[in-house]
């Protein structure tokens, strides 16, 4: 699914823990946290960035520690961990619009639910197996 919507590489979790294959990335994004904290900061490149879309408590907590320390020598040096909250400007808006209208961007909607059935589309969620957005659809009544 990845590959069809423009990745050039994909590791699937399930069969490969990328953090001991040895190389290190300029950026990971983490959206589902199954991968460890300690093995994704090992696998960034010095100035490497760690983009944590959920972060849990401990990781928020290690988080800020391995930004605060970054300046300091040592295997931390660079490294940066930021957390999922975005603050998008009007003009990365249109970017994003001009990306979807032209076709360089593709949305991915795995499963629809009903507004009534938002309790069932949240326990799907919560299993962690999703493959892209999972909608949650509104009808609303004209009379």
């Given at each position: 699914m990845l590959?069809?919507?423009g990745a050039d590489h994909v590791i699937d979790y399930t069969q490969e823990d990328f953090t001991k294959s040895g190389e290190t990335y300029d950026l990971i994004l983490d959206v589902v946290s199954k991968s460890s904290y300690s093995g994704c900061i090992r696998s960034l490149n010095q100035n490497g960035r760690y983009l944590i879309a959920i972060p849990g408590?401990?990781?928020m907590?290690?988080?800020r520690w391995t930004s605060m320390t970054r300046g300091l020598p040592g295997r931390l040096a660079g490294k940066?961990?930021?957390f999922g909250a975005a603050h998008p400007k009007s003009?990365?808006?249109i970017f994003l619009k001009e990306?979807?209208?032209t076709?360089?961007?593709k949305s991915v909607i795995d499963r629809r639910y009903p507004l009534e059935q938002t309790s069932?589309?949240?326990s799907y969620v919560e299993k962690g197996h999703k493959k892209g957005n999972v909608v949650i659809t509104v009808i609303q009544n004209s009379s």
């Open positions: 590959r069809s919507i408590l401990s990781q907590a290690r988080g940066k961990v930021i003009e990365d808006l990306l979807i209208e076709g360089k961007m069932k589309a949240h």
